[in-house]
């Protein structure tokens, strides 16, 4: 199986911790989380990652093949009013309610909102929209002020063998595409 993670890793890491031999059962992880470089809960981590930081470790040094869409890439799909037009365009519910909610985001919030959780399951139907790069990648526990922070070694500075293909680029228009035909099919 494949599993889209899009949120904090507390219930997978109890799971491999529980019954590890369902590992060799996952064929990759993607997971909506962490970051190559900024945090969005503390300057370095990412919320899901800070949520539980233990939990990803475990998840992190399981073994099992992990695709992480961090903010690095997952920053990059801009939702714009020219987005939302074309979401209301489809003409179901699907569309309406996707182009609703992002639109009560961005008007409560009053900042840039993006689809961050999309981007696994989009990767999961369209890899090639996606540019990875496979690191070695370890959550930070040390409690300090990195706490949490998934630390990538983009430049191999460790030597050691990547345990995660990080995204770092996707192809924004083709992006959209994918979801809003996706969409379509919906009532």
């Not at 300090?144 to 998934?150: A, E, I, K, L, W």
Request: aromatic share 6%.
């Amino acid at each position: 199986i494949v599993v889209c993670a899009t949120g904090p890793l507390t219930n997978l890491a109890m799971a491999l911790r529980l019954e590890p031999r369902i590992a060799q059962k996952i064929q990759k992880i993607v997971l909506m989380g962490g970051s190559a470089g900024f945090g969005n809960t503390t300057p370095a981590a990412e919320f899901n990652i800070y949520a539980d930081p233990e939990a990803a470790a475990v998840v992190y040094s399981s073994g099992v093949p992990i695709v992480m869409m961090g903010l690095d890439l997952t920053e990059q799909t801009v939702v714009d009013d020219s987005t939302l037009k074309r979401l209301r365009g489809l003409g179901n519910r699907a569309g309406s309610l996707c182009a609703d909610i992002l639109q009560e985001q961005i008007d409560q919030h009053a900042y840039q909102v993006h689809v961050h959780d999309v981007t696994t399951v989009m990767y999961v139907s369209e890899p090639q929209l996606f540019s990875l790069k496979p690191v070695y990648a370890e959550i930070d526990l040390s409690h300090g002020p990195c706490y949490g922070r998934t630390v990538c070694d983009l430049n191999n500075r460790y030597h050691k063998a990547a345990n995660v293909e990080i995204g770092l680029q996707l192809d924004c228009d083709r992006f959209w595409a994918g979801v809003e035909e996706r969409l379509s099919h919906l009532a």
